[in-house]
């Protein structure tokens, strides 16, 4: 597969009408996306079912509601900046909040390899005679390479946005919104990030190795199919849990397989999870032969994000009395945010997308002999998966998985 460095995972529409165990983003950069990351992940957990299988894309969600908080003034830019965690007490300068997305994005295109597609997108939406502001505007189109579009609302603008988000993720979002959304006639604007990745795996697993063994899930234990191999890996360790790395072709991606220790629970493993954990993780990592076992999955994930993000500290952008959006437009503010994501796991790597909305409106091994028998690592109960870009550390999905698909 050629490699594609445009984003693509519908991963933030927003529709506004009038009345780590890595470096962070970057060096200087006092952006706490992995702290973002878990803290998104751990809320998404608490809102849905129990023992739901559940997958967010944080980069998703931080690039579409940075992108809108570079409009936002006074409590509801520090707000935002507080719950997306981009810098201290008070809100960084908008110049500021561009510049950290601007480098994040570069440092994802780098990560882009032949066998490792990493598309990303971002876009505004217009009605027809909407006045944006041109400052906002411009740092869209500069910071987070958004096109700008003129369209009607309504039906019609359903079905552009969904056409437009179906053809980014690659058919895996075809229908991201659907009736009432757009039908209020205070819509002004719409604004869409996607992501999509398909990045094979460094070392594939064998397809004639792949077979059914016992899943332990909350719900019951069930027979489903494993990926096996035994293999030189690296496995991260703590007293809660152990870490598999598994690099994608290129070395640039990869995904961690955290399996909770039989003591500790997935929830335990949740509440500590933060870029603190994972360094703690990374300075006690562990290299030899290791019996790999695990579940291919597929599943999707719908999250409102309303209840997520407003006790994260942005409660003043989605309350029409004090949103302040001035930098984009006069008397905006969000209505409803949503957010759409799968994932895909199987011998060859891993496919996945996302897609958010938010409407805004008015108002090495030894001599043979000395090797010791490899270290099993069975991911047969619940476990979560991250996957990030390995020199930044940036997490652009984030996920546990209670039942597999059988």
């Given at each position: 597969?050629?490699?594609?460095?445009?984003h693509s995972s519908f991963v933030v529409l927003c529709a506004l009408a009038s009345g780590a165990l890595a470096p962070e983003a970057s060096a200087q950069s006092p952006w706490?996306?992995?702290?973002?990351?878990?803290?998104?992940?751990?809320?998404?957990?608490?809102?849905?079912?129990?023992?739901?299988?559940?997958?967010?894309?944080?980069?998703?969600?931080?690039?579409?509601?940075?992108?809108?908080?570079?409009?936002?003034?006074?409590?509801?830019?520090?707000?935002?900046?507080?719950?997306?965690?981009?810098?201290?007490?008070?809100?960084?300068?908008?110049?500021?909040?561009?510049?950290?997305?601007?480098?994040?994005?570069?440092?994802?295109?780098?990560?882009?390899?032949?066998?490792?597609?990493?598309?990303?997108?971002?876009?505004?939406?217009?009605?027809?005679?909407?006045?944006?502001?041109?400052?906002?505007?411009?740092?869209?189109?500069?910071?987070?390479?958004?096109?700008?579009?003129?369209?009607?609302?309504?039906?019609?603008?359903?079905?552009?946005?969904?056409?437009?988000?179906?053809?980014?993720?690659?058919?895996?979002?075809?229908?991201?919104?659907?009736?009432?959304?757009?039908?209020?006639?205070?819509?002004?604007?719409?604004?869409?990030?996607?992501?999509?990745?398909?990045?094979?795996?460094?070392?594939?697993?064998?397809?004639?190795?792949?077979?059914?063994?016992?899943?332990?899930?909350?719900?019951?234990?069930?027979?489903?199919?494993?990926?096996?191999?035994?293999?030189?890996?690296?496995?991260?360790?703590?007293?809660?849990?152990?870490?598999?790395?598994?690099?994608?072709?290129?070395?640039?991606?990869?995904?961690?397989?955290?399996?909770?220790?039989?003591?500790?629970?997935?929830?335990?493993?949740?509440?500590?999870?933060?870029?603190?954990?994972?360094?703690?993780?990374?300075?006690?990592?562990?290299?030899?032969?290791?019996?790999?076992?695990?579940?291919?999955?597929?599943?999707?994930?719908?999250?409102?994000?309303?209840?997520?993000?407003?006790?994260?500290?942005?409660?003043?952008?989605?309350?029409?009395?004090r949103a302040d959006f001035s930098g984009i437009a006069p008397q905006l503010y969000v209505g409803t945010a949503l957010q759409k994501a799968n994932v895909t796991v199987d011998?060859?790597?891993?496919?996945?997308?996302?897609?958010?909305?938010?409407?805004?409106?008015?108002?090495?091994?030894?001599?043979?002999?000395?090797?010791?028998?490899?270290?099993?690592?069975?991911?047969?109960?619940?476990?979560?998966?991250?996957?990030?870009?390995?020199?930044?550390?940036?997490?652009?999905?984030?996920?546990?998985?209670?039942?597999?698909?059988?």
């Amino acid at each position: 597969m050629k490699l594609v460095t445009r984003h693509s995972s519908f991963v933030v529409l927003c529709a506004l009408a009038s009345g780590a165990l890595a470096p962070e983003a970057s060096a200087q950069s006092p952006w706490r996306q992995a702290d973002f990351a878990a803290d998104l992940h751990r809320r998404a957990v608490a809102a849905a079912e129990k023992d739901a299988n559940v997958v967010v894309s944080p980069w998703g969600v931080a690039s579409l509601f940075a992108m809108l908080q570079t409009g936002a003034r006074g409590d509801t830019a520090r707000g935002m900046a507080f719950a997306l965690q981009l810098g201290g007490a008070e809100p960084p300068e908008p110049d500021d909040v561009c510049k950290t997305f601007r480098e994040a994005r570069t440092a994802l295109s780098r990560a882009a390899r032949e066998d490792a597609a990493l598309e990303l997108s971002d876009s505004l939406w217009i009605k027809p005679g909407f006045a944006l502001s041109e400052s906002f505007r411009a740092r869209a189109r500069d910071a987070f390479d958004a096109d700008v579009r003129i369209t009607n609302m309504g039906a019609a603008g359903r079905k552009a946005i969904n056409e437009f988000v179906s053809e980014k993720t690659h058919g895996r979002i075809p229908n991201l919104l659907a009736p009432p959304v757009l039908d209020d006639p205070l819509t002004r604007l719409v604004a869409v990030d996607t992501i999509w990745l398909k990045a094979k795996w460094g070392m594939p697993f064998e397809k004639d190795d792949t077979r059914d063994r016992t899943f332990h899930a909350p719900s019951g234990d069930f027979e489903t199919p494993f990926l096996h191999a035994t293999r030189d890996a690296e496995i991260l360790d703590a007293p809660e849990c152990a870490a598999l790395r598994l690099p994608y072709r290129g070395g640039t991606l990869e995904m961690l397989v955290i399996l909770p220790s039989p003591s500790n629970t997935l929830a335990d493993v949740e509440a500590r999870l933060g870029r603190p954990y994972l360094d703690r993780l990374a300075a006690s990592s562990w290299r030899g032969e290791a019996a790999i076992a695990l579940p291919k999955f597929e599943f999707d994930s719908e999250h409102d994000l309303r209840p997520i993000l407003e006790p994260m500290g942005m409660g003043a952008a989605f309350d029409p009395g004090r949103a302040d959006f001035s930098g984009i437009a006069p008397q905006l503010y969000v209505g409803t945010a949503l957010q759409k994501a799968n994932v895909t796991v199987d011998e060859e790597g891993t496919e996945a997308a996302a897609a958010t909305v938010a409407l805004m409106l008015e108002g090495c091994i030894g001599p043979m002999e000395d090797v010791p028998p490899p270290r099993p690592f069975v991911a047969d109960k619940p476990f979560l998966f991250l996957i990030r870009e390995t020199r930044t550390g940036l997490v652009l999905f984030l996920g546990r998985v209670c039942k597999p698909a059988s």
